[in-house]
């Protein structure tokens, strides 16, 4: 699928598009062959001035959900392990937050894993300009800069099966590296609902637009 063209940064929606920027971010890929990643047109400084924030929020997803298959592995090995190593003030703020946790697992028993904080600033700039690059592949319209951008974390894995979740637009970027799901409401179009799936085991939401029409798609 193709994007649509457009002269302006689909991102900032001002800058003339000079470029393409990959969304998600190509780093968010490693390891995956024959990913098929989406590009929309972009300025210089949205696309290369928002790398050191995707590589940030890569090693932190990569470090939350860890090995747990042979895409995450991947994504471990070649792309946020090697961030760590080379980008020292990340190294530092992960060790200065980082501290053991006992989690209790669904049988009772419990085990001890390493809990950090994620820089929340960061991770939603990258899911914002994220879901304003897949707002223009999918509508070929430009979401409004004036219009607001909100993106959270999903703790655990959400009820996937609900009437509301079953309505949303359905799409899988490098076999289940980034699965996301979609709905744009009709009547206002700059109010949608967007979740976000990374390699089966990381989960966010964004939502743009009035709070009153993000809620109507917003999970049960």
Same mark, same amino acid.
């Given at each position: ?9 689909? #991102?900032?929606? +001002?800058?003339?598009?000079? +470029?393409?920027? =990959? ?5 968010? /890929? ?29 090693? /932190? &997803?990569?470090a939350q959900i860890g090995k747990q298959n042979p895409a995450s592995k991947q994504l471990w090995e070649n792309g946020a392990h090697k961030s #760590?190593?080379?980008?020292? *003030?990340?190294? %530092?703020? /992960? ?17 001890? @894993? &390493?809990?950090? =904080?994620?820089?929340? /600033?960061t991770y939603q700039r990258v899911l914002a300009r994220t879901t304003r690059g897949l707002y223009f592949f999918h509508c070929g319209r430009v ?8 993106? &959270?974390?999903?703790?655990? *894995?959400?009820?996937?099966? +609900? %009437?509301?979740? @079953?309505?949303?637009?359905? %799409?899988? &970027?490098?076999?289940?590296?980034c699965i996301y799901r979609y709905g744009i409401l009709p009547d206002d179009p700059d109010s949608s609902l967007w979740i976000y799936e990374f =390699? ?6 964004? *939502? +743009? ?9 917003? #999970?049960?």
């Amino acid at each position: 699928m193709q994007p649509p063209k457009s002269n302006v940064c689909v #991102i900032c929606g +001002t800058r003339p598009a000079v +470029t393409v920027d =990959h969304v998600p971010p190509k780093g968010f /890929f490693k390891g995956v062959v024959n990913a098929q990643l989406r590009t929309v047109p972009a300025c210089w400084d949205c696309n290369n001035g928002a790398s050191s924030d995707d590589e940030d929020v890569r090693f /932190f &997803i990569s470090a939350q959900i860890g090995k747990q298959n042979p895409a995450s592995k991947q994504l471990w090995e070649n792309g946020a392990h090697k961030s #760590i190593l080379r980008k020292k *003030t990340l190294r %530092e703020a /992960f060790v200065a937050n980082a501290r053991e946790v006992a989690v209790v697992g669904a049988d009772g028993s419990q085990t001890m @894993r &390493i809990a950090f =904080h994620i820089p929340v /600033f960061t991770y939603q700039r990258v899911l914002a300009r994220t879901t304003r690059g897949l707002y223009f592949f999918h509508c070929g319209r430009v979401l409004p800069a004036s219009i607001r951008v909100n993106a &959270i974390m999903l703790t655990g *894995t959400p009820n996937m099966e +609900t %009437e509301e979740i @079953r309505m949303l637009n359905f %799409e899988n &970027i490098g076999n289940g590296a980034c699965i996301y799901r979609y709905g744009i409401l009709p009547d206002d179009p700059d109010s949608s609902l967007w979740i976000y799936e990374f =390699h089966h085991a990381h989960w966010a939401m964004v *939502t +743009t637009g009035a709070a009153s029409a993000a809620q109507t798609l917003l #999970i049960q």
